[in-house]
């Protein structure tokens, strides 16, 4: 019998990424199952295990053997878990919660809870009230694992380690928090307080991260995003030599690099007609490549011929935006 046969009439899985995953005892890309349970990716399946379970996947057998079985019973439809323990039109993945952000240019609001089917979530109950409906879907919509070791890192940058708790991300990177059990009433109380700006976070760069720069490929196209959400502009003027370009970009792509611009509407001129180009006179750009910052009151950096990730983040630390300053000038320095 084939394995897709057990399905019945819903599209066959990628049953080979689950074993992979499953093995490996890590996550790769994952697959997609649609009318039996919701679409669900190799990430997804941190609801179902601790960290221990994940780690003894690569290790024993029998737990590779029990770690399949639980994927494949959710990807069948078998299992009603992961409407279970994950609201409706919430994703579990805060990238791809950041990437719907960037697009949507809505806040964020973050559920950080722990997965217990012995005991029920007053608070999971409550988000799921049509009265918090309006007030909700006014956000991108992200829960959180406790029991999964990378989102305990990402509640921790906004000060939340323990759980349930409720986080507000606003548009200009600053947070508001609520922990402890809550109600409909509370629940809906806390969004209508959480205005910003709130308390600054402390970014952690070692959250695992898939970088995903959404670029524009004209300035004005950027400035015009930005404006209508707030956020500073990465711009990246390089060369076109190819070997240039992918040095800059691996560079980018580091996790280190990406956590820190991740937030930002990112711009890669396509135009750029040589040192005396328009947009780079603007900026005071003299030799390439170069990364400029560009905050919402006009002020920006910039850093010129960057030969490691390290003087990235070094730059992206010294510019990151503060509020509340007039405009003005500064450069990074040469490397």
């Not at 039109?89 to 952000?101: F, G, K, S």
């Not at 990378?150 to 349930?164: C, F, H, I, L, S």
């Not at 956590?259 to 040589?274: I, K, W, Y």
């Not at 170069?290 to 490691?308: K, M, N």
Request: charged share 20%; proline share 6%; aromatic share 10%.
């Amino acid at each position: 019998m084939r394995p897709e046969s057990l399905l019945g009439d819903a599209p066959p899985a990628r049953f080979g990424e689950v074993l992979a995953w499953t093995v490996q005892g890590n996550y790769s890309c994952g697959f997609n199952v649609h009318g039996g349970a919701p679409a669900a990716s190799g990430r997804r399946f941190k609801l179902m295990m601790s960290d221990k379970t994940r780690h003894c996947a690569g290790c024993f057998p029998a737990c590779a053997v029990l770690t399949l079985t639980i994927a494949l019973t959710t990807a069948t439809g078998c299992s009603s878990t992961l409407a279970q323990w994950r609201p409706n039109e919430w994703y579990a993945d805060y990238n791809e919660a950041e990437a719907r952000v960037r697009e949507s240019g809505r806040e964020m609001l973050l559920f950080f809870h722990a997965v217990d089917q012995d005991r029920p979530d007053p608070t999971f109950r409550a988000l799921q009230s049509e009265s918090l409906k309006q007030q909700t879907g006014q956000h991108v919509l992200c829960s959180l694992y406790r029991s999964y070791e990378p989102d305990r890192r990402y509640a921790a940058q906004y000060g939340v380690n323990r759980a349930p708790a409720l986080i507000v991300v606003h548009r200009d990177g600053t947070y508001h928090a609520r922990t402890g059990v809550a109600s409909a009433a509370q629940i809906s109380e806390f969004l209508a307080a959480a205005e910003p700006p709130g308390a600054a976070p402390v970014l952690n760069p070692l959250i695992p991260r898939a970088s995903n720069y959404v670029w524009y490929s004209s300035i004005e196209s950027a400035e015009a995003a930005a404006k209508k959400t707030g956020q500073s502009i990465l711009i990246v003027f390089d060369r076109w030599w190819p070997r240039e370009r992918r040095k800059l970009e691996k560079l980018l792509d580091r996790s280190e690099v990406y956590s820190r611009f991740a937030s930002m509407v990112h711009c890669r001129p396509g135009s750029v007609l040589g040192l005396d180009d328009q947009s780079m006179v603007r900026f005071g750009v003299l030799n390439l490549p170069a990364l400029v910052v560009v905050h919402p009151d006009g002020s920006y950096q910039v850093l010129e011929l960057p030969t490691s990730y390290e003087a990235i983040v070094r730059f992206a630390d010294r510019a990151r935006h503060t509020g509340g300053a007039a405009p003005s000038t500064s450069a990074a320095g040469r490397q």
